[in-house]
């Protein structure tokens, strides 16, 4: 005879699992646990000047991440988020430093040079049908070479450019409240992620983006032109890419050419780790910025414990199979 009275409560669980609310809890767990660990391990840790040292480095990686968030929701990835991020910031120096162009020009160059990169992207995916890990591995490439060959492989420096360096390493909350130097990377990533969540919250464009990963073929059958749709999120991903380009080349006061190449494993880590499914159709910004804020941390505690970097580097691939591999577990028990 089967117990009925336990039915309920099964359902619960399993739309709590379904949700990937366990997912952002054990994420956040994850991140306190690694908070008290390092800090034991090593008092130089947990110091101010550490901690906002971690928030800077979040600010990059995790805007990245977001960008990543909105292509993975649908059931794709984008490989060239880095490298889309390295081609934005000398797009910027070209503007600014070579044409002496005024600071907001660079900036709209930088966020329009994106969301033309990533509507190309969305171009191959939807129209052509090239899947996205081969369509979005070509744009990596291409625009890793445009990048070295515009900037003529030297990095392109904004010293002329009166500003440009507090776009990310000053502080408009230590103006107004002293002795709190939050820089002004992190005010930027807060507000990037709360405009994404709107958006996916809110706005036709974010309920789109969930139907296309749940099941683009009822959404196309229901009248909807998905490939328009899908295009749009790829070049709001690139977008955002583009404010990740001018954020890492005001902290370096720089544009660097070659530099951009494995920052998209680690936003496609943060992603996964926050909850958000590969296989599309669920995710949040907030998991992800968990998500992101935990490879912050890792890489800066190993970092103070003085672990090589061919180490660190070792650690980061284990923890992108090991989100992979939670993300699977997570399937499997959502269908049981």
Same mark, same amino acid.
């Given at each position: ?226 490939? &328009?749709?899908?295009? +749009?999120?790829?070049? /709001? *991903? @690139? =977008?955002?890419?583009? #404010?990740? $380009?001018? !954020? %890492? ?20 880590? &943060?992603?996964?780790? +926050?909850?958000?499914? /590969? *296989? @599309? =159709?669920?995710?949040? #910004?907030? $998991?992800? !910025? %968990? ?46």
């Amino acid at each position: 005879m089967t117990d009925t009275t336990l039915t309920p409560q099964k359902n619960l669980i399993g739309r709590f699992v379904s949700s990937g609310a366990h997912q952002k809890l054990l994420a956040f767990a994850s991140l306190i646990v690694l908070l008290i660990g390092f800090g034991l391990a090593s008092p130089n840790f947990m110091q101010m000047s550490n901690m906002i040292a971690i928030l800077q480095a979040t600010s990059v990686n995790g805007v990245l991440a977001i960008a990543a968030t909105l292509i993975i929701i649908t059931g794709g990835i984008d490989l060239s988020i880095g490298t889309m991020m390295t081609f934005c910031a000398v797009i910027a120096g070209v503007v600014l430093t070579y044409w002496g162009m005024p600071l907001p020009l660079g900036v709209a160059a930088a966020i329009a040079t994106g969301a033309f990169c990533g509507l190309c992207s969305g171009t191959f995916v939807a129209k052509m049908k090239v899947p996205p890990f081969i369509a979005t591995l070509g744009m990596m490439l291409i625009l890793k070479g445009l990048s070295l060959v515009i900037s003529g492989t030297r990095p392109i420096y904004f010293n002329d450019t009166p500003g440009f360096d507090l776009i990310s390493r000053g502080s408009v909350i230590g103006a107004i409240i002293p002795g709190l130097q939050i820089p002004n990377g992190v005010l930027i990533l807060f507000l990037v992620a709360i405009a994404a969540s709107y958006i996916l919250g809110r706005t036709v464009l974010g309920r789109y983006t969930f139907a296309l990963g749940s099941n683009e073929e009822s959404v196309r059958l229901s009248g909807v032109n998905t490939d &328009a749709w899908k295009m +749009g999120i790829y070049a /709001l *991903a @690139g =977008g955002i890419c583009g #404010i990740a $380009g001018i !954020l %890492i080349a005001s902290r370096l006061n720089s544009a660097q050419p070659a530099l951009g190449l494995g920052y998209e494993l680690e936003a496609i880590a &943060a992603v996964v780790i +926050g909850g958000t499914s /590969l *296989a @599309g =159709g669920r995710g949040t #910004i907030m $998991g992800t !910025l %968990i998500g992101a804020l935990i490879m912050a941390v890792l890489t800066n505690g190993l970092r103070v414990l003085s672990v090589a970097q061919e180490w660190q580097t070792v650690v980061t691939g284990g923890i992108i199979i090991l989100a992979v591999y939670a993300d699977m577990a997570r399937k499997k028990k959502a269908h049981a």
